[in-house]
Each structure stands twice: as C-alpha cells, then as structure tokens.
C-alpha cells in the first residue's frame, strides 16, 4: 500500500522568509497529491492540490511541486506571517483513500 | 455549496457507555465519506469509509463501528468506550478526489 513521509516533523521560520515542507510517497498510482493546514483544535483544511499531469501549481503565497519520477512534492509558502503558523499535512491517493504523511508543525516568529 | 457537520464538537464519556458521532453533508450527492482519528499531535489514522449507503470498509480492527443509513450521513458508534478510544474524531468526504473535513469531534473517556 502507500506509504507518505514528510519532512521536517516541526519548522520554526522568521516572519517574511519561506517555509518549505517535503513528502515522498511509495505508490507510482498515486496521482492526487493534496495539502492541509490544521489550526488548533480545528478539522484540517484545504489550502492546494495538485494532480499527476501537473509540475506546479501557485495561488497567492502558496505553491505546490510534484516530481512524479522521485516521487515527491513538497509546499512552498512565501512571505509567512504569523496566521501561516498550524501544522500541515501533506496526502497522497489514487483512489478512494488518501494516505496522509505525519505532519509538519510550523512557527513563523515575529 | 457543500458544507459538512459533524456533532458534538466536544465529548467526555465514561469508560464503557455508549458513542454515537454524526456526520452529515450537503451540497453534494454520493459522495466518499470517512472517518479519522488524531491522537493529540499525532496523525490523521483513517477508521472507515464509505463509497456508498450501506457499504462500509473498515481500516483498523478496534471497538468501534460505523454505518451510512443515508447518502449523506455518516454514523461512527462504539457499544462500550475504552480509555483508548480518546482523541479527536474527524468526518471528511469526498468527491472526485478532492477531500474536505468537518471541525471534529474532542472525545475524551474518563
């Protein structure tokens, strides 16, 4: 079945600069890739997606790559505030389910 | 639009009562419906999901059960509630891939 790994478990960044959050997954089928961002106590939310048959995807200060060959993909957030401070998920699935990789808790600092 | 609710926001029950969580969801029609759980800063283990009424595939062995009596509803249940079962209970759907979560369920069985 598939496997998501996601790196790094917890990112501490300066208000301003960028944050990147890594995932590889396991199964080659896999062709929807989703992002979450999870604030306390809330149910995740859908912040970008990306699909097989597309290297990037951008809105506003978010951004999403997907290397099909290595098997990864990785969120891009630029320009962070103190409001981007949550803990992501990053997804995988090819089908009915979705493997969801560890998290990743982000502090942008002031 | 579609909009998804899931009640009660918090639970406390006592070891070995009764559960019953539910889902609804509307705006959409026959769509997957799931149900997760999250230990405190952990991530998100997928229970069961639904492809449609009456047909439920379980994903880990435990003391719960779920059941979809309608399209849109999705009923998460225990008969008796282990210490164990505490933690924050999340319905999501889906249709075409893309997947959305309700605000979650705080249970706690003291």
């Known amino acids: 079945g598939e496997n998501v790994e996601q790196h790094p478990s917890t990112l501490s960044v300066q208000e301003g600069d960028s944050a990147v959050i890594k995932c590889t997954y396991s199964?080659?089928?896999?062709?929807?890739f989703p992002w979450y961002k999870q604030e306390l106590g809330k149910g995740p939310q859908l912040i970008i997606d990306i699909r097989s048959n597309v290297g990037e995807k951008k809105d506003q200060r978010i951004a999403v790559t997907l290397n099909k060959t290595a098997k990864h993909f990785s969120l891009h957030i630029t320009e962070t505030q103190p409001e981007d401070s949550a803990v992501y998920f990053c997804a995988a699935t090819g089908g009915q389910n979705f493997v969801f990789g560890p998290g990743t808790r982000l502090s942008v600092l002031p | 639009s579609q909009t998804i609710h899931q009640w009660p926001a918090t639970l406390v029950q006592p070891v070995g009562s009764p559960l019953s969580l539910e889902c609804t969801v509307e705006?959409?029609?026959?769509?997957?419906l799931y149900w997760y759980r999250q230990a405190a800063g952990r991530g998100l283990q997928l229970l069961f999901y639904s492809v449609g009424i009456g047909q439920i595939s379980s994903e880990v062995p435990q003391n719960l059960s779920a059941s979809r009596p309608q399209d849109r509803q999705f009923i998460l249940s225990s008969k008796k509630l282990l210490l164990s079962d505490s933690g924050f209970y999340l319905c999501?759907?889906?249709?075409?891939?893309?997947?959305?979560f309700g605000q979650g369920t705080r249970l706690t069985v003291v």
């Open positions: 705006g959409t029609s026959n769509p997957n």
């Open positions: 199964d080659s089928a896999s062709n929807y």
């Open positions: 999501a759907w889906s249709v075409q891939r893309v997947a959305f």
